[in-house]
């Protein structure tokens, strides 16, 4: 599961999280992906003061791939991360500071998405969510219940992914489209 542009709290919430899921998935592995390069360090030692099990993206080492998280300290690489998860949280929606990211780039590969309720910077891309139920949109106490249901049922991922490639394919050329009508309007 990769848990994508996280920001302050968000990491300690992915902890909580991981930590009530392990209980009934023994083998689920989260992702983190902080927003902002500046923060990896800082990240890195949040996990170790929790205690849990870690490997970050860019170290060389002998670890096994067992690790509960794997710390992503590189920039460029969420979306080929979202494309080889089976889930994506999209960050950024969990703390009322950012008001959301891009909750549909899941969407370009078939891939369920889960996503907060602070989502103000992002009001097409949720009214979009809204029309397709392409993704599930949660509290940050409901998000552990959420991914358990998601991780339980194949299908019900699969009927999101579904929505989500839907909504992307009805929604292509929406900006030629924009473009023609103020064009015409302009030219009226």
């Not at 996280?6 to 592995?29: I, N, P």
């Not at 969510?129 to 509290?139: H, I, R, S, T, W």
Request: net charge negative; hydrophobic share 40%; proline share 4%.
């Amino acid at each position: 599961m990769t848990i994508g542009s996280t920001h302050a709290g968000e990491e300690e919430l992915s902890v909580e999280v991981f930590r009530k899921l392990s209980k009934d998935f023994s083998d689920v592995q989260f992702v983190l992906v902080p927003r902002h390069p500046e923060r990896f360090d800082g990240v890195a030692e949040m996990l170790k003061n929790e205690g849990v099990s870690y490997l970050r993206a860019t170290e060389k080492t002998e670890k096994s791939t067992a690790e509960n998280f794997v710390l992503v300290d590189k920039m460029g690489v969420l979306m080929k991360l979202y494309a080889i998860s089976d889930i994506a949280v999209v960050a950024g929606s969990f703390t009322p500071d950012i008001g959301g990211h891009n909750i549909f780039e899941p969407s370009f590969y078939g891939k369920p998405f889960v996503y907060g309720p602070w989502i103000y910077k992002q009001p097409g891309f949720h009214q979009m969510n809204l029309e397709f139920n392409a993704g599930v949109q949660c509290k940050p106490e409901e998000l552990a219940n959420e991914l358990g249901k998601l991780l339980k049922d194949q299908t019900l991922r699969t009927d999101y992914g579904k929505r989500g490639l839907k909504a992307l394919e009805v929604s292509k050329g929406a900006t030629g489209k924009i473009i023609t009508e103020v064009l015409s309007e302009l030219n009226a």
